[in-house]
């Protein structure tokens, strides 16, 4: 598995999925099936990390999509 560090202020998008592509916040939205479909369409040849953001202190659920 291959691990990626992100430095990024994610405040401004708690409660939200954002997809990442390079260590930079892409997109973001409600949805991630849209957001993923969106970003892939868009960026069909790279690597696409989804990553929840919690509203609050808690696990962050981290998906690679290729």
């Given at each position: 598995m291959?691990?990626?560090?992100v430095d990024i202020d994610f405040s401004k998008y708690r409660g939200k999925y954002v997809a990442i592509i390079d260590n930079r916040i892409i997109a973001s939205g409600e949805n991630a099936k849209l957001l993923l479909e969106s970003v892939k369409a868009k960026y069909p040849?790279?690597?696409v990390v989804l990553r929840k953001i919690p509203e609050e202190e808690t696990l962050?659920?981290?998906i690679k999509c290729r």
């Open positions: 291959q691990e990626f560090k040849k790279k690597e962050i659920l981290v």
